[in-house]
């Protein structure tokens, strides 16, 4: 009984640790190759995270700012796939806008979608994040993930621009 509780036990830390990505090797071999603009310089802006999730209803990558109550109504909609139970965040869209990122689906646990930072240049809003991917030797869970980061920001208005970065997390 003792072998079947270890055993568990493993499984168990298996699992968070695939779903939760890799971490680097302290002795820095395997450092993570980064792809990207990296954050922006512009100013930063404050924000409050609302959700961040591994699992979603969003069928493709999205990376959105919603600055009205119908935008989002329908992108929580999606989020939960219709299902009752959890609120849509009370926003001032008048003060606040909500900037949603979703990686779409993947295989297998170890993706990450990550809100970084919202700045303000020449007067139009950039939003930088950062997407982390499991490299070839990263033991990942095997069901189907995908990835939500929603946080609420300052309004600005005008095109935001949105920077991406992609880390292949090498284990």
Known sequence: MSSFRTL???AALVAVASVHGCSAA????????????????STQLPFTRVLSTVTSGFSVPVDVVI????ALDAA??????????????????????????ALGPRETGGYAIHFDSIGVQA??????????TPGLNCVSVQFLTSPVDVVLVPRVDGQTRFDARTILQEC
């Open 8 to 10: 568990s036990a493993l």
């Open 26 to 41: 302290a002795d820095g071999f395997n450092l993570p190759l980064v792809i990207g603009t990296g954050l922006s310089s």
């Open 67 to 70: 600055r009205d109550q119908a």
């Open 76 to 101: 929580w909609h999606t989020l939960f796939l219709g299902v009752a139970g959890s609120p849509i965040p009370t926003v001032d869209f008048t003060q606040k806008m909500v900037v949603l990122l």
């Open 123 to 132: 007067g139009l809003p950039i939003v930088s994040y950062t997407v982390n």
